[in-house]
T-cell receptor, first 114, second 115 residues
């Protein structure tokens, strides 16, 4: 069965320091992978997506993620955290080309302190 | 990016009443729309998938008579929570996609509180 695992439920960083949010997926087929961000009481905003093109994907707000097939990972990184980055982050995988069957990770809460 | 509008953002209702939530794709035709439910500090749970002009497909454990979904046009889907009870209180989020886009775009969500 397809699945996605976010390895940390909560990550805390200081403003200006790097961010690493980890995600691993199970691989039966060639997946498309996404990272979404959710601020409190808001919907989900797409940060970036991987769809078998370049393995290093750049997204909005300075975030990027690297698809590593050998490690079945798609970790999200940002060189320097900002207070406004504090939110819930979801790693999402889909195995159909239409993108209609999404499998969500359980989410990682990112806290940023000054 | 594409815009999906969800309305209302927050609704408070009495137990036993019905509540309708609208989801609109503003700048693209959404062949498929999805309805999710999110409990506090948890991930999204898919409730149902709706394709324009056909009946919605409900996930296991979701009562179709309780959560009525209509997708009458390519830009609008509605979720009606019928005879709402306090246990239906939750955050409901819709998303929309098209065959051209390959990505789900999410609405801002609706916070339903049933008293």
């Amino acid at each position: 069965a397809q699945s996605v695992t976010q390895l940390d439920s909560h990550v805390s960083v200081s403003e200006g320091t790097p961010v690493l949010l980890r995600c691993n997926y199970s691989s039966s087929y060639s997946p498309s992978l996404f990272w979404y961000v959710q601020h409190p009481n808001k919907g989900l905003q797409l940060l970036l997506k991987y769809t078998s093109a370049a393995t290093l994907v750049k997204g909005i707000n300075g975030f990027e993620a690297e698809f590593k097939k050998s490690e079945t990972s798609f970790h999200l990184t940002k060189p320097s955290a900002h207070m406004s980055d504090a939110a819930e982050y979801f790693c999402v995988v889909t195995y159909n080309q239409a993108g209609t069957a999404l499998i969500f990770g359980k989410g990682t809460t990112l806290s940023v302190s000054s | 990016g594409a815009v999906v509008s969800q309305h209302p953002s927050r609704v408070i209702c009495k137990s036993g009443t019905s509540v309708k939530i609208e989801c609109r794709s503003l700048d693209f035709q959404a062949t498929t729309m999805f309805w999710y439910r999110q409990f506090p500090k948890q991930s999204l749970m898919l409730m149902a998938t709706s394709n324009e002009g056909s009946k919605a497909t409900y996930e296991q454990g979701v009562e179709k008579d309780k959560f009525l979904i209509n997708h009458a046009s390519l830009t609008l889907s509605t979720l009606t929570v019928t005879s709402a009870h306090p246990e239906d209180s939750s955050f409901y989020i819709c998303s929309a996609t098209s065959s051209a886009k390959n990505i789900q775009y999410f609405g801002a969500g609706t916070r339903l509180s049933v008293l």
